[in-house]
């Protein structure tokens, strides 16, 4: 079975990285423009039977324990829309586009998938900037039914989708959305779960 692994960064990876040989890697750079334009080049080049995102990311829920790893359901552009009259709309809200247009559904990117590998499957969002801002963390929240943020998770969503590529997104909770005080992440611990999970399912997949 051929596997891509794709991270934003090194440092999300590094574990795997030093013991892997039973994948292919592509480290994409932070955001949705960088992960898009990596990710739509490596499979032209070539073909994939999985293609695994593995990575960080904030959660909304208090009820997440930090350090511990999900795989990732629905994702979507949060902040892609139309900020009037004090309020945001998307995209589908305001007409541009239908809910339904693919890689869509019902306005998500949705991992139809029915084996997320014994991970905990969760809704996802994606942004451009990450803010320490009450209210607009509190607006995601309510709007999206958001359990958890990332900078790329949406954008692998899409290309994967329209590429008609098996995929899987798992993200290890490093804080919670808004905090930005360091010392309070689990940094340590989630890349350690992310990267025995990550080692854990490529094992499973190629069996």
């Known amino acids: 079975m051929n596997i891509l692994v794709v991270a934003a960064t090194e440092v999300e990876i590094a574990p795997f990285l030093a013991q892997n040989s ?4 592509l480290i994409t750079g932070v955001g949705v423009p960088a ?3 990596a990710l739509t080049k490596k499979l032209a080049q070539k073909k994939y039977d999985l293609v695994i ?3 960080i990311a904030g959660t909304f829920k208090s009820k997440f324990l930090l350090g511990k790893t999900f795989a990732v359901k629905k994702d979507l552009f949060a902040d892609l829309g139309i900020h009037e009259n004090a309020k945001f709309y998307t995209l ?3 007409g541009f586009t239908h809910k339904d247009e693919p ?4 306005g998500k990117l949705v991992n139809a998938t029915e084996n997320f590998f014994s ?7 994606t942004v451009n900037t990450v803010s320490d801002n009450y209210l607009i963390n509190e607006l995601y929240q309510t709007k999206y039914d958001a359990d958890i943020e990332s900078m790329e998770g949406a954008a692998f969503h899409y290309v994967c989708l329209q590429e008609s590529v098996p995929f899987l997104q798992i993200r290890s909770i490093s804080n919670f959305v808004g ?6 992440w689990k940094m340590k611990e989630s890349i350690q779960n992310l990267n025995d999970n990550l080692c854990r399912i490529i094992k499973t ?3």
Do not use: S
């Open 22 to 25: 039973l994948a292919d890697v």
């Open 53 to 55: 995102q593995a990575g």
């Open 119 to 125: 991970l905990t499957a969760v809704n996802a969002i």
């Open 35 to 37: 992960c898009m334009y």
């Open 103 to 106: 890689p869509f559904f019902k």
């Open 92 to 94: 589908f809200e305001k």
């Open 205 to 207: 997949a190629q069996q």
């Open 179 to 184: 905090e930005r005080v360091k010392t309070n």
